[in-house]
């Protein structure tokens, strides 16, 4: 018999250094992992190094960022950090709330770089108490109105003039457009002084024949509903007129004249409205009338170039700056009574006996419809720079918003 013990099915001999391993079993569960040991992957932790957070973007390679150079400008990906404050635009600037904005023009600023002042009059300036913009949200130096401003001015005697250059520019189209409902009005009045009769006859024994006031009446009636819609109408493109001159468009009457059709329905419900917030607030202690018919004097403009807003827009303007406001708004109604007074001397040099069935008054009927054009070419460019030195007071604007819009 042998000592040598029979071997086991379980034992296996020791594998030979130059024998390969046999192959693994897939089905096989893989034997647990050590936590103590190292990973043979991941470099052994440095004392006082922090590892990286995943949310970090990996390093560059050396070869794609130059030494020195800054990293790359634009917003983060979604869910990291940004790089800083917002850059400004070039060219604009932000006057500091509670600032004078026409002082702040003067100060010394220094520009974004690449700013150009020639592109736009000179730097931009803000309303006074107009803080700065949200976070995201900036404006373009346009907003702003400069010295060179054809609508917006500094002062009174800025307004005044910007007024009456437009005037000398543009009065022509403008009396074109007035004449389409100075005709109207003509006719209107030529028709009142051949069939309107001065009286009616009343006697305490007969009634009065109320068909000698209505049958004219009656004949007036489309006349003077057609004057009134070509009122609205003219008056809108007048001012769209002077609006065309102003942002460097095209001076074109019929094209005025579109825009003011477009918005004269418009026009006519908030000037019903405004009619009677007048008659309210003039039975309440008259004074509230006469303040809102001044105030409401911008309602026009205000119609033609801001959609959906009326009464409570005009008292808002207003309101910014209260002085600058009642001084324009007094000087235009005090031109339109200097043109009634005037209109009323030609007429009673003219027709003295203001015998309105007289061929003398005819022709006063027609002195009056002219009257009516020259008040308003020449009010017209007043109100539109009116509304937009109140509305420069209040919010950034300039004419550079007119001519984007």
Known sequence: MSDKAPETPDEEPPDSPGTPPPPSDPTATP??????????????????????????????????????????????????????????????????????????????????????????????????????????????????????????????????????????????????????????????????????????????TTAPDLSEVFTPLLLLLPFTLLAVVLTLVAQLATLEVVVQRATGRPVSAGQALLAGLRRSLALLGWQILAGLTVLAGALLCFLPGIY?????????????????????????????????????????????????????VFVGVLNPGADTSSPLGIASAVLSALFSVATGVVICPLILTAYADMRARHEPFSTAYLAAD
């Open 292 to 344: 809102a018919a001044i105030v409401l004097i911008i309602l026009p403009p205000i119609i033609l170039l801001e959609r959906g807003k009326g009464i409570g827009r005009a008292f808002q303007l207003f309101h910014a700056d209260f002085g600058a406001s009642i001084a324009r708004i007094a000087t235009v109604g005090g031109l339109n009574i200097a043109f009634i007074l005037v209109e009323g």
């Open 31 to 204: 034997p647990p992992a050590d936590p103590t040991a190292a990973s043979p992957q991941a470099p052994p932790p440095v004392p006082g190094h922090q590892p990286p957070s995943p949310w970090q973007q990996p390093p560059a390679a050396p070869g794609d960022q130059q030494p020195g150079s800054q990293p790359p400008v634009g917003p983060p990906p979604y869910g990291q950090p940004g790089y800083g404050p917002p850059q400004q635009p070039p060219g604009y600037y932000q006057v500091p709330p509670g600032h004078d904005p026409w002082q702040a023009y003067g100060a010394p600023h220094q520009g974004a770089p690449g700013y150009d002042p020639s592109a736009y009059g000179a730097a931009g300036y803000g309303p006074p108490g107009y803080g700065p913009a949200g976070p995201g949200y900036q404006l373009p130096p346009g907003y702003y109105a400069g010295p060179e401003d054809p609508l917006v001015s500094a002062n009174f005697g800025g307004w005044w003039q910007r007024s009456f250059t437009l005037l000398a520019a543009v009065w022509r189209p403008m009396v074109q457009v007035q004449l389409l409902w100075a005709i109207p009005l003509a006719i209107v009045g030529v028709l009142s002084a051949l069939y309107v009769p001065e009286q009616v006859g009343f006697s305490g």
